[in-house]
């Protein structure tokens, strides 16, 4: 099997068959379903492939904070976006609940969390 290495030393490519250009050439993994799924979690050392777990979770991290991104991206910033015109129609308790959903959606790459649409909007 041959695989690429990116500048951290994990893997970016990898052929089980066939060649690739700067490749090292290692034993296939025990695990071939594992390695399919977390290979850029994997590093070579002392000739073999080694898992680390701690790059799988940053990597698991990141992901779900781009997921994340992409439904802030759909469910708040719509909202968020719409205009002077209609921000000056609200009241000023419908805006601070507005402020405040919008600061939870912001702290949510941190946190995860989901905030609660105000049920005025729905």
Same mark, same amino acid.
């Given at each position: 099997?041959?695989?690429?290495?990116?500048?951290?030393?994990?893997?970016?490519?990898?052929?089980?068959?066939?060649?690739?250009?700067?490749?090292?050439?290692?034993?296939?993994?025990?695990?071939?379903?594992?390695?399919?799924?977390?290979?850029?979690?994997? !590093?070579? !050392?002392?000739?073999?492939?080694?898992?680390?777990?701690?790059?799988?979770?940053?990597?698991?991290?990141?992901?779900?904070?781009?997921?994340?991104?992409?439904? !802030?991206?759909?469910?708040?910033?719509?909202?968020?976006?719409?205009?002077?015109?209609?921000?000056?129609?609200?009241?000023?308790?419908?805006?601070?609940?507005?402020?405040?959903?919008?600061?939870?959606?912001?702290?949510?790459?941190?946190?995860?969390?989901?905030?609660?649409?105000?049920?005025?909007?729905?």
């Amino acid at each position: 099997m041959k695989v690429l290495l990116n500048e951290q030393g994990y893997i970016e490519s990898y052929a089980l068959e066939g060649e690739l250009l700067d490749a090292v050439e290692v034993s296939a993994p025990s695990n071939l379903a594992h390695f399919e799924v977390h290979f850029t979690a994997y !590093r070579v !050392r002392d000739g073999t492939l080694s898992f680390d777990g701690e790059q799988a979770a940053l990597e698991q991290s990141e992901a779900a904070k781009a997921e994340y991104r992409k439904r !802030r991206e759909v469910e708040c910033f719509p909202i968020i976006n719409r205009g002077q015109l209609w921000y000056d129609t609200l009241s000023a308790a419908q805006l601070a609940e507005l402020k405040t959903w919008y600061q939870s959606w912001l702290d949510g790459t941190n946190t995860l969390a989901i905030p609660e649409k105000p049920a005025w909007l729905n």
